[in-house]
């Protein structure tokens, strides 16, 4: 999987237009069966913070987490809706379609359509 961190780290200030959480949300969606540990690379953040996240996301209906033998697989409600007011109108698919989200299989395995893994309500 890609590390998306070389224009974070050469941005001024070191801050990015998206919020760790949807930067993390933007992993999940990309990689159902991506381990925290590597979320925590690619993102940037520790393991912990990350687990934190993604409790914070499941807790909130965005992510749901199944167990696939030993690993964790995660499924994006892409119809939950942003939290803040300003973008309240927005759900998480939009955000994700916004921000070039790529294909993926889900947690059966079978692969989503070509737009970025997005249900056909966030076209």
């Known amino acids: ?18 919020t760790n959480h949807s930067h993390v949300l933007l992993c999940l969606q990309r990689d159902p069966h991506v381990r925290l540990r590597d979320v925590a690379d690619q993102v940037g ?18 992510a749901i987490r199944r167990r696939q033998g030993r690993r964790n697989v995660y499924e994006i409600n892409f119809d939950s809706h942003l939290r803040h007011p300003l973008e309240a109108d927005c759900t998480v698919g939009e955000l994700l379609q916004a921000v070039g989200a790529e ?8 692969t989503s359509d070509s737009a970025g893994g997005l249900p056909a309500s966030a076209k």
Request: charged share 25%; proline share 5%; glycine share 10%.
């Open 45 to 62: 953040i520790t393991e912990r913070a990350v687990q934190r996240i993604v409790h914070e996301l499941e807790e909130a209906g965005v």
């Open 103 to 110: 294909e993926t299989s889900d947690a059966a395995g079978a």
């Open 1 to 18: 999987m890609k590390n998306f961190r070389p224009e974070a780290e050469s941005s001024p200030g070191g801050w990015t237009f998206l």
